[in-house]
């Protein structure tokens, strides 16, 4: 089954920029979708197609996909991005949602 | 606006059966392009997709190899809802599920999920 690693952990000051990798074969000809997670809540998508925003989502949020890597981008951190955030593709008809490992964001 | 609001029992003996319930508000559960996953979540697995339910013409169901055999996503389109049943449990089920929508199916995200129900499996 396809494998998506990310790093356990990103720490961030406010007002810096935060970046949270998402490492598979060859992710760049995949789509990836980006979910935040905070504590005792469900996901909610921030990012489809790579770095499309749903209605809602601040621009400061952004994507990129290329090679083995995907990459979600939060600008201007607030304290309010503290989170889980976990990567998505679409693995097959038998594993149709394959999740990243999730990488836990601190804002310090 | 679409909602998704589920239901069901938080603890269970081994060998008992799961069942949790999600209903659709601001969709169809019979809609052709949307598909309704069930997910769990628990620190030794991270988030494990279980299965889906989705009508295109005819209702079809994929299944995760981990669950499949103990699994079935019935959908129940009278109240436009769709339901998860784990059969055979085992401390090893415990953890948070989730529904969810893939608006799009094939290729697609998952949005907006479920409030999540916490299961706990044990003697």
């Known amino acids: 089954s396809y494998v998506l690693t990310q790093p356990p952990s990103v720490s961030v000051a406010p007002g810096q920029t935060a970046r949270i990798t998402c490492e598979g074969n060859?992710?760049?000809?995949?789509?990836v979708h980006w979910y935040q997670q905070k504590p005792g809540q469900a996901p909610v998508l921030v990012l489809y197609?790579?770095?499309d925003r749903p209605s809602g989502i601040p621009e400061r949020f952004s994507g990129s996909n290329s090679g083995n890597t995907a990459t979600l981008t939060i600008s201007r951190v607030e304290a309010g991005d503290e989170a889980d955030y976990f990567c998505q593709v679409w693995g097959s008809s038998s594993e149709p949602y394959v999740f990243g490992t999730g990488t836990k964001v601190t804002v310090l | 606006q679409v909602q998704l609001q589920q239901s069901g029992p938080g603890l269970l003996k081994p060998s008992q059966s799961l069942s949790l319930t999600c209903v659709i508000s601001g969709d169809s559960v019979s809609s052709n392009s949307a598909a309704w996953s069930w997910i769990r979540q628990s620190p030794s697995r991270g988030l494990e997709w279980l299965g889906r339910?989705?009508?295109?013409?005819?209702?079809?169901?994929d299944y995760a190899v981990s669950v499949k055999g103990r699994i079935t996503i019935n959908p129940d389109t009278s109240k436009n809802q769709f339901s998860l049943h784990l059969n055979s449990v085992t401390p090893e089920d415990t953890a948070v599920y989730y529904c969810?929508?893939?608006?799009?199916?094939?290729?697609?995200?998952?949005?907006?999920w479920g409030q999540g129900t916490l299961v706990i499996v044990s003697s």
């Open positions: 339910t989705f009508y295109r013409s005819n209702w079809f169901n």
């Open positions: 197609y790579d770095s």
């Open positions: 969810a929508r893939d608006p799009v199916g094939k290729g697609g995200y998952l949005d907006p």
């Open positions: 060859n992710i760049g000809s995949e789509s």
